[in-house]
């Protein structure tokens, strides 16, 4: 069998009628994670085509990677870890307990729940169940969150219903666009939510894509990147409505969008706002189709600034090992000749490995602070301010390379 299969046709619609944006080239899997031994084994790289279906709008990668490949159960992410999720999450559960009047008789359901951390805001006011594939399920488990370790599809759903009943609220936070088939994930959701149940879907955003030029978070695990008018598309032809939208700034820019099959929600003026500023940046400025010569320059000016310091004999470490940063550092070809070592927080599940591609070290970031390198290249520069106020008040004395959405040194 197949670890992968090139497609054709939209996703969504079925339409051949697709326009090429991007190609990255050939990317690994961003959580293929090998120990670091005397022999590395084989990686496989899978083709990395951003494409666009003319018919209903979405923008889509041409290559799907088997679902085991890219979440096995031993899957490293852990979104408790970051501050911006917590308080994006946060602010979600008020959102939703403002829209329906949380209580004990009321269900949540997070699809993709993770650790748990987005249900751990709901937990004190509703009844909660998660699901998600991953081992990491079991540290929600043991925070009091029902959770069904499992994929998301028809019999886990059947699961939930018999367990728990049809939820009030379905959340799906960074994970809609990384469940194959979105028409099946929309009849499976349309099966298990009440009939006048509340959707909430964040996806990372195509404008903020775009205009950020965070063409590294382009990679298999998001399969789809929306725009509003395609959200719009896909939730319509399964009776839903979107009655509020919202971008946000998770993820280096997200968007929030809340739907219901029921009609007592008013559709809010942000939602016509979003979809026209999004109208006049995608098309009629052909921001869209212009996209890769701005990736070009931007991977020509990084590699260039790395070469340039391995010349002057300066040491560059890199803090982070985010998917986002595989995607980053296999398109540009950066290999341990110009980045010495990537840092990761003491107890991540990465350190002791190799980065996805590469033959650079995942190390504690303990060396960071003994080594003092001259520079410190951010691959998650979308939470830059962030991370440097943490890494000087430990006492990092390095420059820093923030490589999007251009390079800068500071």
């Known amino acids: 069998m197949s670890s992968s299969k090139i497609i054709k046709r939209c996703q969504i619609c079925n339409s051949e009628d697709t326009k090429e944006i991007l190609n990255l080239g050939y990317l690994p899997s961003v959580n293929d994670f090998q120990e670091i031994k ?242 006049e940046f995608l098309y009629k400025e052909n921001n869209l189709f212009s996209y890769k010569d701005i990736v070009q320059k931007q991977k020509t000016e990084l590699l260039q600034t790395l070469i340039d310091l391995k010349n002057e004999n300066k040491t560059v470490f890199g803090i982070g090992a985010p998917s986002r940063g595989t995607t980053l550092m296999n398109f540009c070809g950066i290999d341990s000749s110009l980045v010495s070592y990537i840092c990761e927080i003491k107890g991540s599940h990465k350190i002791g490995k190799f980065l996805p591609g590469t033959s650079i070290p995942v190390l504690d970031e303990e060396i960071l602070f003994k080594e003092q390198p001259d520079y410190v290249l951010l691959l998650s520069w979308h939470i830059s301010k962030e991370l440097i106020n943490n890494l000087k008040k430990k006492g990092l004395k390095s420059k820093f390379i923030i490589p999007l959405p251009e390079v800068r040194m500071i």
């Open 38 to 279: 005397n022999d590395q084994k084989e990686q496989i790289f899978f083709p990395s085509k951003l494409i666009q279906c003319q018919n209903c709008k979405l923008v889509q990668l041409s290559c799907i990677v088997d679902k085991e490949i890219l979440f096995p159960s031993s899957y490293p992410y852990t979104s408790s870890t970051t501050r911006i999720l917590r308080d994006n999450f946060s602010e979600l559960s008020q959102e939703v307990d403002e829209l329906i009047k949380l209580d004990k008789k009321k269900l949540v359901c997070d699809i993709g729940s993770n650790d748990g951390n987005l249900l751990t805001y709901f937990l004190e006011k509703s009844k909660v169940v998660g699901i998600t594939p991953e081992d990491i399920g079991n540290k929600a488990i043991e925070k009091g969150i029902p959770t069904i370790i499992d994929y998301f599809n028809k019999e886990s759903s059947k699961k939930i219903i018999k367990n728990f009943g049809n939820p009030d609220v379905i959340t799906a936070t960074n994970v809609f666009a990384h469940i194959d088939n979105p028409n099946e994930v929309m009849g499976n959701i349309s099966n298990l939510l009440k009939k006048d149940g509340l959707f909430i879907v964040e996806v990372h955003y195509l404008k903020s894509l775009i205009e950020s030029n965070q063409y590294d978070t382009i990679y298999h695990e998001h399969m789809r990147y929306y725009s509003l008018e395609c959200l719009n598309n896909l939730l319509s032809s399964h009776g839903f409505k979107i009655f509020n939208a919202k971008l946000i700034n998770t993820h280096g820019g997200s968007i929030r969008v809340f739907a219901s099959r029921s009609n007592e929600y008013k559709e809010s003026n942000s939602f016509k706002q979003i979809l026209e500023k999004e109208q």
